[in-house]
Structure formats: structure tokens, C-alpha cells
């Protein structure tokens, strides 16, 4: 079988167990005849997985029963809208960190939506970085304030996050379930599941539930938080193939423990950024304290040696190493999923490549 390593951003590479255990159940799901893709949302069958799948992303969270851990479709770009449709109401204010490309797709939406305050705006700043919580300018009585956890094309993340009085809504779309945190300090999460959860297309959203309610009579049924809790996520028919692989994935997180799967992605990063300060060739992209775990970002001295390492780095089976179109560069995207072998692979050949072009 001829696995590559897979550094893509997302889509991205997902745990080998997990495809394996997919494919032997592909054609006949738990003695049923039939594949999990063609049963009914509302059999036994599929609402084992189902459960199984809320119950085990609740386990892995902590989270306590004032909160709800739904699957929605449309993946997080669904939550930009969805958000502040939900939970920013005529006259008030939402504060948003602007910190990257994504953190501003959430900005533009939500002021289609309503009053947006940008609390922050380190969107376009090189080195790359998100802010520090001094830096914040909230707005007293905000209806919430959003971050976006980890900036998946600038490689900057939050790594502890801001204690703040209006609650705290976070974009985890690139780093969720990749180190521990407190799901208390936020009261709603959510997820693009391509990255560290599964197929792309759907999000994983957590949310307090008194936070829901809070949502005007106005917005449609499949748009709203509460329909979701309400119908735990079956209002509609769900994308259950997406929701079984997530299901897969997150057996396999709680086999492994999500303590130990952030001890591993902290050692892989650190080989990686050891590998880039090790001389002048290659150049961080992010700020050294605020360097993601997730995506690697740095630069070659020139965009022709870029090239050339996207190149060479792809005929070693060292695959979607080249930087986000809107920035260029390189970009090692390497989720929970990713293996160790590969990232030394990655820093054996950034190593070679530097002797022969450096
Ligand atoms: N937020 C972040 C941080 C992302 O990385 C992405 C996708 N790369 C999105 C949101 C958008 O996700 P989707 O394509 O699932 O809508």
C-alpha cells in the first residue's frame, strides 16, 4: 500500500485505523447488509453511531450537561453566519479578534449580520501572531466575543486563551481536540471537522445551552442552535457518513488520550521549528510565541526555491507541503493524525535540500 505523508491543511490526513476500520465495514455495517451510507437516519443502526459519536466528543471535551455537542453541516464557514445570526441581536455589539484570514471571514459575516467591534486586528502583520489579551479592546456588555484558535494559513495560535466577561466563541476549526483546554471558559465552540475530526463538510459545535436560546424567533429551523438541540442534531437528515467517520476518530482520540496526542503534536512541531532555527536558509513565518503546533509556516530565501522544495519535496512523497495560494511559502499542516515518521522524513529532507541550494 502506498501511503504518502500527507501534509495537507485540510482535507487532511486521518488516522490509518480509522480508514482501515471504515473500509471493512464499508459494505455490510455490523451485520446489517447494507453500508452505514444507506441506512436509515432514523434506525438502530445509525443511531448507535450517532450517539456514540455525541457522547464520546462530550467525554473528550469535559463537558458537563449545560452544554450540547451538535453536528451540523456546512461545515465552519456555516458558522460564521450561524453564530451571529444565534446570538448577536438587534442593539447589541459582538467583539471580534481579527487576527488572520479566516478570523476576517468571520468578521465580514457577522457584520452582515449585526454591530461588529474588532477588538483586535493583527490580521496582516508579518511575522504573523495573534494578540496578547492586554491588546484586546472589549466592548462592556458585548452580546459575545469571537477568536479563531489557531490561524491555519499564518501558522499562529492562541496558546492560552483570554478571560473574558461576555462569552467566548471560538473557531477550533484547525486545532480542536489537539491539546487540552477548558471548555468552560467558552460557551460555544466550533469546528470545520477536515482537519483533526474527519471528513470535510460538517462542523462540531458546543454550545451552553442557555447561550442558545438566546436566539430571536425569526431565523429559520435549520439555522437555529435550539432546532439542533431540540432534534440532537436529526431535525434534518445528517450527513451520517461524516458523523460515522467523526465517530471512528473520536474512538481512537480516547484510546490514545487527548494529553498524550498534544505531547506527541508538541514533539512534532518542536522538530520541525528546531529544523527551521537551526540556520539562515529557512525563516519562521510566525512570531516564535505564538508558533502553531498544527501548521508550520515558513519561507526559503527565494520564491524560485520555494517552488523547487514544493517540487522535490512532493517526488519523496512529502506531499501538500506548498503555503495557502494567498500567502505562498511552505506550510507543514501536521494534525493529530500525522505521523511521527513523517515529520522526521520532512526534516531529513529540509535538511538535504538546504546542503545542496543553501
Ligand atoms: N476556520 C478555519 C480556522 C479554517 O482553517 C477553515 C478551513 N480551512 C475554515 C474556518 C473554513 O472551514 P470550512 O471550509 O469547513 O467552511
Not at 450561524?82 to 468571520?106: E, F
Not at 467517520?245 to 487527548?258: A, E, P, T, Y
Amino acid at each position: 500500500m502506498a501511503r504518502v505523508f500527507n501534509f495537507n491543511a485540510g482535507p487532511a490526513v486521518l488516522p490509518l485505523e480509522v480508514l482501515q476500520e471504515a473500509q471493512v465495514e464499508l459494505l455490510d455495517f455490523k451485520s446489517s447488509g447494507m453500508s452505514i451510507m444507506e441506512s436509515s437516519h432514523r434506525g438502530k443502526e445509525y443511531d448507535a453511531v450517532h450517539a456514540e459519536a455525541a457522547a464520546n466528543f462530550k467525554k473528550l471535551l469535559n463537558c458537563s450537561d449545560d452544554y450540547a455537542v451538535l453536528f451540523i453541516a456546512g461545515g465552519a464557514s456555516m458558522q460564521f453566519a450561524m453564530a451571529p445570526m444565534n446570538l448577536l441581536n438587534a442593539g447589541q455589539t459582538a467583539d471580534y479578534v481579527n487576527s488572520g484570514a479566516w478570523a476576517g471571514k468571520a468578521v465580514k459575516e457577522a457584520k452582515l449580520i449585526g454591530q461588529v467591534n474588532v477588538a483586535a486586528d493583527c490580521a496582516k502583520d508579518i511575522p504573523t501572531r495573534v494578540p496578547s489579551e492586554q491588546e484586546l479592546k472589549l466592548t462592556p456588555g458585548a452580546a459575545y466575543v469571537h477568536l479563531t484558535s489557531n490561524e491555519t494559513i499564518s501558522g499562529a495560535q492562541w496558546k492560552t486563551f483570554p478571560k473574558t466577561e461576555a462569552p467566548l466563541v471560538a473557531d477550533m476549526s484547525s486545532d480542536i481536540l489537539s491539546r487540552p483546554f477548558d471548555i468552560n471558559q467558552f460557551s460555544l465552540i466550533y469546528a470545520g471537522a477536515q482537519k483533526n475530526l474527519g471528513p470535510s463538510g460538517i462542523a462540531l459545535v458546543v454550545i451552553r445551552k442557555d447561550l442558545a436560546e438566546r436566539a430571536s424567533d425569526k431565523i429559520p429551523a435549520i439555522l437555529k442552535y435550539t432546532t439542533y438541540i431540540k432534534k440532537n442534531s436529526l431535525y434534518n437528515t445528517p450527513p451520517c457518513f461524516s458523523i460515522y467517520i467523526m465517530m471512528l476518530v473520536s474512538r481512537w482520540l480516547l484510546k490514545q488520550g487527548v494529553a498524550t496526542v498534544y505531547q506527541r503534536n508538541v514533539e512534532k512541531a518542536h522538530k520541525i521549528y528546531a529544523a527551521i532555527d537551526a540556520g539562515n536558509f529557512y525563516k519562521g513565518t510566525a512570531v516564535r510565541e505564538y508558533r502553531s503546533d498544527m501548521n508550520i509556516t515558513f519561507r526559503l530565501p527565494s520564491e524560485a526555491l520555494e517552488e523547487q522544495f514544493v517540487k522535490a519535496a512532493s517526488q519523496a512523497n512529502l506531499k501538500g507541503l506548498k503555503g495557502h495560494r494567498s500567502v505562498g511559502g511552505i506550510r507543514a499542516s501536521v494534525y493529530n493524525a500525522f505521523p511521527m515518521e513523517g515529520i522526521d522524513a520532512l526534516v531529513i529532507f529540509m535538511q538535504e535540500f538546504e546542503k545542496k541550494n543553501g
